[in-house]
């Protein structure tokens, strides 16, 4: 499999490399999945793979409800927020937050992942909102936090993002912050990437989340 085959668009970097191939891997794989997934894994890092770990960042049940209100995204109350489907969230703001977030993309890089990829990196847009309060300037939080993460990662290492939903303010992901912190943007297909400015090169920085490999441009296969 080529460059050319590959989908990426030629943005990789892989050059003329035959067995160029995107990694996505969930964390819970290598930090649970024992020593032979862990071997498993070091194979494909060793190699000559492109390799890309993607983090599920601020959707995230199990270190909400572990955490509390010290991570969670709460009330004021205190009682731990679920979206439309029950799910709980963190909260970009709490410093707890940031340090879990930032010491797994951390480790990430340091096993050598050459991409680090954030997914649910945004405000939650659904459920019952009105006991929240929220920042007026949502942007502005998670702009600060992928600033403050990016920091913490070795010179070098890609730091892209999935856009699930439409950018909009509600949901704090502007198309000024998407170009402004982030390599790349995989585009999920319910979410419309229209607004980012002509400036950011579609052709090398924007991939399309798709089941089908589509006729041009860069893409990842999911399923």
């Given at each position: 499999m080529g460059c050319n085959s590959c989908g990426c668009g030629g943005s990789c970097g892989c050059g003329n490399n035959w067995w160029w191939i995107i990694i996505l891997i969930l964390v819970w794989l290598w930090l649970t999945g024992g020593n032979a997934t862990s071997r498993n894994l070091q194979t494909i890092l060793d190699s000559d793979c492109y390799t890309v770990a993607r983090l599920a960042c601020f959707c995230d049940n199990a270190y909400a409800d572990a955490m509390g209100d010290r991570a969670a995204l709460c009330t004021a109350e205190g009682v731990l927020y679920r979206d439309g489907s029950g799910r709980r969230w963190l909260d970009p703001t709490k410093p707890e937050t940031?340090?879990?977030?930032?010491?797994?993309?951390?480790?990430?890089?340091?096993?050598?992942?050459?991409?680090?990829?954030?997914?649910?990196?945004?405000?939650?847009?659904?459920?019952?909102?009105?006991?929240?309060?929220?920042?007026?300037?949502?942007?502005?939080?998670?702009?600060?936090?992928?600033?403050?993460?990016?920091?913490?990662?070795?010179?070098?290492?890609?730091?892209?993002?999935?856009?699930?939903?439409?950018?909009?303010?509600?949901?704090?992901?502007?198309?000024?912050?998407?170009?402004?912190?982030?390599?790349?943007?995989?585009?999920?297909?319910?979410?419309?990437?229209s607004a980012l400015p002509a400036s950011y090169d579609a052709a090398t920085r924007v991939v399309a989340m798709t089941a089908y490999a589509p006729d041009s441009g860069s893409y990842l296969v999911t399923q």
């Open positions: 940031l340090r879990y977030i930032t010491d797994l993309a951390e480790e990430c890089a340091r096993l050598g992942f050459d991409e680090v990829l954030l997914d649910w990196f945004l405000y939650p847009t659904s459920g019952d909102q009105t006991a929240l309060e929220l920042p007026a300037d949502r942007t502005a939080v998670l702009k600060d936090f992928a600033q403050a993460l990016e920091k913490q990662l070795p010179e070098g290492t890609v730091l892209s993002v999935v856009l699930r939903e439409t950018p909009t303010a509600d949901n704090g992901l502007t198309p000024e912050l998407l170009t402004a912190c982030f390599d790349r943007v995989y585009v999920m297909p319910e979410a419309d990437a």
